[in-house]
């Protein structure tokens, strides 16, 4: 395996690749079994003629939140240890200074699904996720991409990008990866206290039962309020927001032919957990 630290080393490293097909798994480090997951599925994708590459960057643009930013774990050896057990060919770990002018002053807006979940809470989040994955799908020239359903929005945002800007790569949509307790797997979640680790499962328990209730013709309504209820009996939890959409629009109306989205962001603690759920009437 490879590390490349400037986009010369990756550009370098890709020009005799060309051709081939090469598929790529974007992160931002502190790495965990969610992250190892898309990378197999990679290896997988791309077989034995085919590139692997992944990326460990973590965007400041994409930070609303400098407190979140600076706490952000990162774990450079472990991650690279991931990255080889999983069949990485080569890994992109750039600097902030490597990966962005000091004066850049190009901005990736998208405006619809953006509005909406995590987008209006985290104001510029998306427009830096944006940003950032199109300079990587640049630099990269990826035939594949893989991105994990755990930041659903995002990997929404991302098909409308790629969809909207002609960008030709074929993006894969992951399953979440969970703890054995329910909870998703994110690189956040070493932040937890331990009440909140120990109360963290409730969100998957909570979605499941909605996706139950949901198959079985409950009303959307009453489907989110069981989510709400069971979030809020939680001591020291904050929901962000309990929300059902349509799964590709991300807004509502949501239409008991389409598949729907339960979506879920809530602070335990100094920690915001985001996870979801597809429905479908059964
Ligand atoms: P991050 O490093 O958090 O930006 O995540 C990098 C990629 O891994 C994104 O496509 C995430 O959606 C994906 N990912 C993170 N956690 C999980 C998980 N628990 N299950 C599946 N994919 C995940």
């Known amino acids: 395996m490879q590390t490349a630290y400037t986009k010369d080393e990756l550009r370098a490293f890709l020009a005799p690749m060309r051709g081939r097909r090469i598929v790529f798994v974007p992160t931002m480090g502190a790495l965990h079994e969610g992250h190892a997951t898309l990378m197999r599925?990679?290896?997988?994708l791309a077989g034995e003629q085919g590139v692997v590459v992944s990326s460990i960057f973590l965007n400041p643009v994409q930070f609303d939140n400098a407190g979140d930013l600076a706490a952000y774990p990162q774990t450079p050896e472990a991650d690279l240890e991931i990255c080889r057990t999983c069949g990485v060919d080569v890994v992109f770990m750039p600097t902030p200074d490597v990966m962005y002018c000091a004066d850049r002053s190009m901005v990736m807006e998208e405006n619809h699904l953006s509005t909406v979940l995590c987008g209006a809470s985290r104001p510029g989040h998306f427009a830096g996720v944006c940003l950032v994955v199109s300079k990587l799908f640049n630099l990269v020239q990826p035939t594949d991409a893989i991105?994990?359903?755990?930041d659903y929005q995002q990997l929404a945002i991302?098909?409308?990008?790629v969809r909207d800007l002609d960008i030709p790569v074929q993006l894969h949509g992951a399953e979440i990866v969970r703890e054995a307790d329910g909870l998703a797997l994110s690189s956040r979640n070493v932040r937890l206290?331990?009440?909140h680790r120990a109360a963290a499962p409730q969100i998957c328990r909570s979605l499941r039962a909605a996706a139950a209730a949901y198959?079985?013709?409950?009303?959307?309504?009453?489907v989110r309020e069981s989510?709400?209820?069971a979030l809020s009996a939680i001591d020291g939890v904050r929901i962000d927001y309990v929300e059902i959409v349509d799964a590709e629009t991300l807004h509502t109306p949501v239409c008991d032919n389409r598949m729907a989205l339960l979506a879920v962001?809530?602070?335990f603690g100094e920690v915001r957990?985001?996870?979801?759920i597809e429905l479908v009437r059964a």
């Open 41 to 44: 599925q990679a290896r997988s």
């Open 147 to 150: 991105f994990g359903k755990k």
């Open 215 to 222: 198959a079985a013709g409950s009303a959307v309504e009453s």
């Open 265 to 267: 962001a809530a602070w």
């Open 273 to 276: 957990l985001i996870d979801n």
């Open 158 to 161: 991302l098909r409308r990008m």
């Open 227 to 229: 989510v709400v209820s």
């Open 193 to 195: 206290l331990p009440q």
